[in-house]
């Protein structure tokens, strides 16, 4: 397995971390993986908020029922879609997952853990409106970061078989 292959399966949810801070250089390149993804016609829908501050950690993580997990992270991105840089509501949203899924990645091959987090969406409005953020950015998700507390359990993925529906 090439590097790329070995961290597209080998990355795991990481939902405790141990309380050491992401250096600014790994979070520069989770950050540049992200601005590397695709998207239609190459329009880059996204914006960042950055988060370490311990304050404001507390206050977003009180905005999902996954509080633990956010505030013991000692890194949070806030992931945007600027809706003034959006073509194609569908399209946008796809590039932003690209985009995640890239910081995920990069964070993984560094040796940091990572989560999605979906739940706070819920509250979405409360959120952008807590880190201040322009009235055209509209909450996607928040990456919670930090070094992992322990190694993660495997996970499991339907088999192959499943999803090819047909070949012609
Ligand atoms: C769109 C999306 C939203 C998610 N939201 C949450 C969440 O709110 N809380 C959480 O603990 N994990 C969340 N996850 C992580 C998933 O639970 C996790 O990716 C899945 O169980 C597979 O596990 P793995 O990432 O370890 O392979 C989310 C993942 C995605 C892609």
């Known amino acids: 397995m090439n590097d790329v292959l070995h961290a597209i399966r080998k990355r795991r949810s990481v939902r405790k971390f141990t309380g050491e801070p992401v250096p600014e250089s790994s979070l520069r390149v989770i950050l540049e993986a992200g601005r590397w993804a695709p998207s239609g016609l190459n329009n880059q829908p996204w914006k960042f908020v950055v988060i370490t501050d311990a304050t404001t950690r507390t206050a977003v993580a009180e905005k999902t029922k996954y509080r633990k997990v956010l505030e013991?992270?000692?890194l949070q991105i806030a992931v945007f879609l600027d809706q003034i840089l959006s073509y194609d509501r569908t399209?946008?949203?796809q590039a932003?997952?690209?985009?995640?899924?890239n910081m995920l990645l990069a964070a993984h091959s560094l040796g940091?853990?990572?989560?999605?987090?979906?739940?706070?969406?819920?509250?979405?409005e409360e959120v952008e409106g807590l880190l201040a953020v322009p009235a055209s950015f509209e909450l996607m998700g928040?990456?919670?970061?930090?070094?992992?507390y322990r190694k993660p359990a495997d996970?499991?993925?339907?088999?192959?078989?499943e999803l090819i529906?047909?070949?012609y």
């Open 72 to 74: 013991h992270a000692p």
């Open 96 to 101: 932003i997952g690209a985009c995640i899924q």
């Open 165 to 167: 529906f047909k070949r």
């Open 112 to 124: 940091l853990g990572t989560v999605w987090m979906g739940e706070i969406l819920n509250r979405r």
């Open 91 to 93: 399209k946008d949203i």
């Open 142 to 148: 928040v990456i919670a970061a930090g070094h992992p």
């Open 155 to 161: 996970s499991e993925r339907r088999a192959l078989d």
